[in-house]
Protein backbone atom coordinates (compact mmCIF):
# COMPACT_ATOMS: atom_id res chain seq x y z
CA UNK A 1 0.00 0.00 0.00
CA UNK A 2 1.57 3.41 -0.66
CA UNK A 3 0.61 6.53 0.90
CA UNK A 4 0.90 9.74 -0.76
CA UNK A 5 0.10 13.05 0.28
CA UNK A 6 -1.67 15.46 -1.36
CA UNK A 7 -2.12 18.85 -0.06
CA UNK A 8 -4.84 21.94 -0.30
CA UNK A 9 -4.89 23.62 -3.65
CA UNK A 10 -2.04 26.08 -3.44
CA UNK A 11 -4.29 29.00 -3.05
CA UNK A 12 -0.70 31.40 -2.74
CA UNK A 13 -0.41 30.50 -6.37
CA UNK A 14 -3.47 31.72 -7.95
CA UNK A 15 -4.56 34.60 -5.74
CA UNK A 16 -3.22 38.18 -6.32
CA UNK A 17 -0.97 39.84 -3.97
CA UNK A 18 -2.17 42.97 -2.34
CA UNK A 19 1.04 43.34 -0.27
CA UNK A 20 4.38 41.46 -1.26
CA UNK A 21 7.94 40.95 0.50
CA UNK A 22 11.28 40.45 -0.81
CA UNK A 23 13.66 37.16 -0.27
CA UNK A 24 14.87 38.94 2.79
CA UNK A 25 14.00 38.66 6.41
CA UNK A 26 10.44 40.68 6.45
CA UNK A 27 8.29 42.50 8.89
CA UNK A 28 4.72 42.66 7.00
CA UNK A 29 1.51 44.23 8.26
CA UNK A 30 -1.79 44.19 6.70
CA UNK A 31 -4.92 46.52 6.49
CA UNK A 32 -8.29 45.94 8.67
CA UNK A 33 -9.53 44.99 5.12
CA UNK A 34 -8.91 41.96 3.31
CA UNK A 35 -5.19 41.38 1.95
CA UNK A 36 -3.29 39.42 0.14
CA UNK A 37 0.20 38.81 1.70
CA UNK A 38 2.89 37.11 0.02
CA UNK A 39 6.34 37.06 1.79
CA UNK A 40 8.71 35.07 -0.30
CA UNK A 41 11.89 33.97 0.96
CA UNK A 42 13.45 35.16 4.87
CA UNK A 43 12.57 34.57 7.69
CA UNK A 44 9.08 36.78 8.05
CA UNK A 45 7.17 37.88 10.25
CA UNK A 46 3.29 38.47 9.02
CA UNK A 47 0.46 39.99 10.32
CA UNK A 48 -2.44 39.93 8.54
CA UNK A 49 -4.77 42.02 10.72
CA UNK A 50 -8.60 42.42 10.17
CA UNK A 51 -10.24 41.12 7.68
CA UNK A 52 -10.84 37.42 5.81
CA UNK A 53 -6.73 37.40 4.87
CA UNK A 54 -4.88 35.10 2.49
CA UNK A 55 -1.18 34.92 4.00
CA UNK A 56 1.93 33.11 2.10
CA UNK A 57 5.09 31.80 4.08
CA UNK A 58 6.78 31.12 0.88
CA UNK A 59 10.85 29.95 1.61
CA UNK A 60 12.79 30.42 5.37
CA UNK A 61 11.06 29.91 8.65
CA UNK A 62 8.01 32.13 9.20
CA UNK A 63 5.63 33.35 11.77
CA UNK A 64 2.29 34.04 10.31
CA UNK A 65 -1.07 35.70 11.69
CA UNK A 66 -4.03 36.08 9.90
CA UNK A 67 -5.87 38.26 12.77
CA UNK A 68 -9.20 38.48 13.31
CA UNK A 69 -11.72 37.14 10.21
CA UNK A 70 -11.53 33.89 8.29
CA UNK A 71 -8.50 33.50 6.82
CA UNK A 72 -6.41 31.22 4.99
CA UNK A 73 -2.09 30.53 6.12
CA UNK A 74 -0.05 28.81 4.12
CA UNK A 75 3.49 28.34 5.64
CA UNK A 76 5.09 27.34 2.55
CA UNK A 77 8.45 25.81 3.23
CA UNK A 78 10.79 25.40 6.16
CA UNK A 79 9.90 25.49 9.97
CA UNK A 80 7.00 27.68 10.55
CA UNK A 81 4.49 29.18 13.15
CA UNK A 82 0.87 29.52 12.22
CA UNK A 83 -1.54 31.46 14.16
CA UNK A 84 -5.27 31.33 12.64
CA UNK A 85 -6.34 33.73 15.94
CA UNK A 86 -10.47 34.70 15.76
CA UNK A 87 -11.90 33.50 12.93
CA UNK A 88 -12.81 29.99 10.71
CA UNK A 89 -9.40 29.67 9.38
CA UNK A 90 -7.26 26.68 7.35
CA UNK A 91 -3.95 26.56 8.33
CA UNK A 92 -1.50 24.58 5.70
CA UNK A 93 2.24 24.11 7.27
CA UNK A 94 3.80 23.25 3.88
CA UNK A 95 6.98 20.81 3.90
CA UNK A 96 8.81 21.37 7.21
CA UNK A 97 8.59 21.05 10.98
CA UNK A 98 5.47 23.62 11.80
CA UNK A 99 3.39 24.69 14.67
CA UNK A 100 -0.28 25.56 13.68
CA UNK A 101 -2.46 27.18 16.23
CA UNK A 102 -6.17 27.44 15.52
CA UNK A 103 -7.53 30.29 17.58
CA UNK A 104 -11.13 30.06 18.27
CA UNK A 105 -13.69 29.22 15.61
CA UNK A 106 -14.06 26.42 13.52
CA UNK A 107 -10.36 25.59 11.68
CA UNK A 108 -8.56 23.19 9.45
CA UNK A 109 -5.27 22.34 11.19
CA UNK A 110 -2.86 20.31 8.19
CA UNK A 111 0.94 20.24 8.75
CA UNK A 112 1.72 18.93 5.99
CA UNK A 113 4.93 16.78 5.52
CA UNK A 114 7.01 17.10 8.39
CA UNK A 115 6.83 16.62 12.59
CA UNK A 116 4.23 19.04 13.22
CA UNK A 117 2.22 20.41 16.02
CA UNK A 118 -1.16 21.85 16.14
CA UNK A 119 -3.33 22.90 18.80
CA UNK A 120 -7.55 24.02 18.29
CA UNK A 121 -9.41 24.94 21.03
CA UNK A 122 -12.67 23.21 20.56
CA UNK A 123 -10.95 20.16 19.74
CA UNK A 124 -7.54 20.29 21.53
CA UNK A 125 -4.31 18.83 20.31
CA UNK A 126 -4.21 17.09 16.49
CA UNK A 127 -3.25 18.05 13.10
CA UNK A 128 -6.04 16.90 10.79
Given at each position: MTITYEPAPPTCATATPTIT???ANNVLVGTPGNDVIFAL??????DGRGGNDIVCGGDGNDVLSGG?????????NGTDNLNGNN?????LGGPGNDALFGGTGTN????????NACFNPSTGPGCF
Amino acid sequence: MTITYEPAPPTCATATPTITGTNANNVLVGTPGNDVIFALGGNDVVDGRGGNDIVCGGDGNDVLSGGDGNDRIEGGNGTDNLNGNNGNDALLGGPGNDALFGGTGTNTNDGGPGTNACFNPSTGPGCF
